[in-house]
Nanobody, 125 residues
Framework: VHLVESGGDSVQAGGSLRLSCLGSNYRGSREKLGSMAWFRQTPGHEREGIAC???????RYAESVKGRFTVTKEDVDHSLFLQMNSLSPKHAGMYYC?????????????????WGQGTQVTVSK
């Protein structure tokens, strides 16, 4: 699966962004992915799981984004979205869309085998 993220931008604190991830399967099949997730990375730090959606639509959020971010997906075209509200500088970073084979999603990086090139989110005070 090939993943392409978009929607990153520079916003002021308190603003909102909607990230999108479009997935395409090289084989052209409509096979349903296991799980998809959003991860965030900042310089000098490991990737941090932000939100995920599993094969049967279980959803998990990092504690730091509960109540602010909403993750949704569209199975037909393997799309994943992240609505981010009330952004603060601590939410800034490179956001990666990731896909993996497991039916139930989690926020562990090792559970995912494919990721995109990332989209940058910058939040100013």
């Amino acid at each position: 699966v090939h993943l392409v993220e978009s929607g990153g931008d520079s916003v002021q604190a308190g603003g909102s962004l909607r990230l999108s991830c479009l997935g395409s399967n090289y084989r052209g099949s409509r096979e349903k992915l296991g799980s998809m997730a959003w991860f965030r990375q900042t310089p000098g730090h490991e990737r941090e799981g932000i939100a995920c959606v599993g094969h049967y639509d279980n959803i998990r959020y990092a504690e730091s984004v509960k109540g602010r971010f909403t993750v949704t997906k569209e199975d037909v075209d393997h799309s994943l979205f992240l609505q981010m509200n009330s952004l603060s500088p601590k939410h800034a970073g490179m956001y990666y869309c990731e896909a993996g084979p497991y039916r139930n999603c989690d926020l562990t990086s090792s559970s995912y085998t494919t990721w995109g090139q990332g989209t940058q989110v910058t939040v100013s005070k």
